[in-house]
């Protein structure tokens, strides 16, 4: 077995750790995806979540999680050439409030309350040495 840093086993769920936070996928590993999930791979994968999967919801699971490949699979295959990333499908446009002060400075008032403060700041004990 071929274990990632992640603790992937890298021959059935080719995946490379971009940084810690992130997985992506290289052109290669895409054709991976198209692996056949099975209970196996549900065990697996409920192992490393640390999820219980009962007997009796197995196959639900194995059907689920091969519509979401197929799914990926399906929208890997639209061209995208020549269409800009958009962060709103809808042609919407945010209406933002006007930004201006709607109450009053009351916080010599609320830090009367406190038990220190300097310069209008809360002070408070240290916790990370």
Request: proline share 5%; no cysteine; aromatic share 6%.
């Amino acid at each position: 077995m071929n274990e990632t840093p992640l603790g992937f086993d890298a021959d059935r769920f080719p995946l490379t750790q971009k940084d810690s936070a992130h997985i992506t996928f290289d052109q290669n590993q895409y054709e991976a995806l198209n692996m056949i999930i099975d209970e196996e791979v549900v065990l697996s994968i409920a192992e490393l979540a640390q999820l219980e999967i009962l007997p009796e919801h197995m196959q639900e699971y194995v059907d689920s999680l091969s519509n979401i490949l197929d799914l990926v699979e399906e929208m890997q295959s639209v061209d995208t050439d020549g269409v800009e990333p958009m962060s709103n499908p809808l042609d919407g446009v945010q209406r933002l409030r006007a930004d201006k002060v709607s109450e009053v400075n009351q916080r010599d008032q609320l830090q009367e309350f406190a038990p220190e403060t300097l310069h209008g700041l809360y002070l408070v004990p240290r916790v990370v040495e």
